[in-house]
């Protein structure tokens, strides 16, 4: 297994962080450990509110990476998982489905985090490489979770006015996911309107309730909600889930059950992905002859180019991140440029949702179908030091634009695929079925759906979509690795990560636990964590131990001897007495994590901790989650 970065040591943090970092400590030592890192605690295992990490290279100076929680330099208020989820809208955003504010029931902010950071790192390392004299690097965990939720931002605060979806009742238990008369919990996915028609008229459903369906069932990805009417979902309630995967056989639909996360935790194959980490790196070619590039900024990766063919979100995020580094991004759009430019809401004739995600690059309108097309592509590739796609498996190939065809051109070349799918052969590999590799198939084929469901009380995971943020995230950082070790060791290659390795990464706790394969400690559950209602606005409260929740008990002249249930049940009552914001200043008095929930993304600029990492254009925009000095 090529691990790019063995020669590296991550210093610190300790084996024993201040519980709300010990979920990114677990996921930065895990990440770390499938680079190759070799990590070194301090002697002092003392949790502390500070958390903070020293990368070296053979070749560089140290660089100390600061995580916070809020982007203060000094900070006494704690910030778990769920109260930054709660304050920078994923709650919200995660809730729409169901109608309420609700946890996303995974580490997930910690886990972006904790990617992220590394990234910063390793990018500074980079820059010491390239002559920029930088040391330290700041990340928060409010930063990256603002950058995860920065679509949903762009288009709730965009003046113009968002896209309405059609009003439709809404069963108690809406779709999808599905559930046939057997009892399988399944998902659909399709991209082709007329496979959806033909599906929903071969069950002799009406043609213009279909259609309504689709309109909400093609925006889920935009909106994180999708009220298909209950008519649609009573029909397959009818049906055994065998009759309709032969109907979407039939009709070209795609249909995957929800696997139960011990399924995936007992699968070899995953337990090999968990293994092997989120990427494949092949870092074979020689490079020895490449040109090193001047800085054109303070950024660590200006003088870079990245030319990229994406579409969606998780291929465009990882240009996105790149950019923010610095690199110049080249962005090849097909002739009339790439149609989600045009969906709404619009501002200055660009989708806002668009424009979060490719506002910073250059962009040529290619043919990459035609020959000429493709001599543009290489053309832009000889004088390239990254070249990365998200296309469907083998169209590199067919294109004669894989990494073999392009590494002739340049050898020092980074070429990267965010596929969908598996990362272990190099290339993209489906399961057994041909199941497109989009974000809620792969969440229901990973159990990362189903660990959502368990820990939420859904039937299935999440319309936010949170595998294409963190396959984006995590292919920014095996580009960002694979740079490194061009520069260190003169060698160029290809980067391979996947919406499936960014699932197995947020079931990296659940591995651990069977197989115990890692120095890593599994971060502690909290022992109350929930949203409460107030008589003015909601607030998110975490007690990360038994003192504290006994402490708030107290605080409140509640028994302390409740059982845990009865202990919800007084703490909803008594918090429907004051406001949200009397609550807090209490709250905080006592050291009890606790924030406002925001409900309306509009409303993020009104928390001043969060304010830094927000401008006001014509959207709010999400700035870049890091800070080099």
Not at 416 to 436: C, E, F, K, M
Not at 466 to 483: F, H, K, M
Request: glycine content about 8%; aromatic content about 6%; proline content about 6%.
């Amino acid at each position: 297994m090529n691990r790019p970065l063995n020669q590296c040591v991550i210093t610190g943090p300790s084996r024993n962080p201040a519980t709300h970092f010990a979920a990114t400590a677990f996921s930065l030592f895990y990440q770390a450990s499938t680079l190759g890192i070799k990590m070194e605690h301090p002697l002092d295992e003392t949790a502390t509110g500070r958390f903070a990490f020293t990368f070296r290279t053979p070749v560089t100076t140290p660089v100390t990476c600061d995580i916070t929680a809020w982007g203060h330099d000094t900070e006494s208020a704690q910030a778990s998982e769920n109260i930054i989820q709660a304050a920078c809208g994923m709650m919200s955003v995660h809730g729409r489905a169901g109608g309420k504010i609700q946890p996303l029931g995974l580490h997930y902010v910690s886990t972006l985090t904790a990617a992220m950071a590394l990234q910063g790192a390793v990018a500074a390392a980079l820059g010491q490489l390239r002559g920029l004299t930088v040391a330290n690097t700041r990340i928060s965990m409010a930063s990256a979770a603002l950058l995860g939720a920065s679509q949903y931002i762009a288009d709730a605060t965009v003046s113009a006015a968002s896209e309405n979806l059609p009003a439709v009742k809404k069963s108690e238990c809406p779709a999808p996911p599905f559930i046939s008369s057997d009892g399988v919990v399944f998902e659909l996915e399709t991209l082709n309107a007329d496979s959806w028609l033909k599906f929903w008229t071969r069950l002799e459903v009406n043609p213009v309730l279909a259609g309504t369906g689709w309109t909400a069932f093609l925006l889920r990805y935009a909106k994180a909600s999708a009220p298909v009417p209950d008519e649609l979902s009573h029909t397959l309630t009818q049906i055994s889930y065998r009759d309709i995967a032969a109907l979407c056989a039939q009709t070209g639909m795609s249909i995957c059950t929800l696997y139960t996360l011990h399924e995936r935790v007992a699968d070899q194959r995953f337990k090999d992905e968990w293994l092997n980490g989120p990427w494949a790196f092949g870092l074979n070619t020689d490079a020895a002859h490449a040109q090193a590039k001047p800085l054109s900024c303070s950024l660590p990766l200006s003088g870079l180019t990245v030319v990229e063919s994406c579409r969606r979100i998780q291929g465009p995020l990882a240009g996105h991140l790149l950019a923010l580094l610095g690199a110049e991004v080249i962005r090849i759009e097909p002739p009339g440029g790439d149609p989600l430019r045009g969906m709404p809401p619009i501002a200055d004739g660009c989708s806002v949702r668009f424009d979060a995600l490719n506002r910073l690059k250059t962009v040529r309108e290619i043919d990459i179908k035609s020959a000429s097309g493709q001599s543009e592509v290489m053309a832009l590739v000889r004088e390239a030091d990254v070249f990365l796609h998200n296309w469907a498996p083998h169209k590199a190939a067919q294109l004669t634009l894989d990494d073999g065809d392009l590494a002739g051109l340049n050898p020092a070349l980074i070429y990267a695929y965010a596929a969908g799918w598996s990362t272990q052969d190099g290339d993209a590999r489906t399961p057994s079925d041909p199941i497109p590799g989009t974000d809620f198939m792969v969440q229901a084929y990973s159990g990362v759906a189903h660990k959502i469901s368990q820990a939420c009380g859904s039937r299935g995971g999440s319309l936010f979509t949170l595998l294409d943020v963190l396959g984006g995230v995590i292919a920014a950082q095996g580009i960002t690795v694979a740079l490194l070790n061009r520069f260190m060791n003169r060698r160029g290659g290809k980067v391979t990560s996947s919406l499936l390795s960014a699932a197995t990464l947020l079931c990296s706790e659940d591995f651990q636990r069977q197989y115990n394969s890692f120095d890593t400690q599994v971060p502690p559950a909290c022992v109350l964590s929930e949203v409460y209602e107030t008589k003015q606005g909601k607030i998110a409260v975490d007690c990360c131990n038994e003192e504290m929740v006994q402490r708030l008990l107290r605080l409140l002249d509640e028994p302390t001897d409740c059982a845990p249930p009865d202990v919800h049940q007084r703490l909803q009552t008594v918090f429907l007495t004051q406001n949200a914001s009397r609550w807090l200043s209490l709250l905080q008095q006592a050291g009890i994590p606790a924030v406002a929930v925001a409900e309306d993304l509009s409303d993020l600029p009104r928390n001043a901790q969060l304010q830094s990492f927000l401008h006001r254009g014509t959207y709010l925009q999400v700035v870049s989650p890091w800070s080099f000095q």
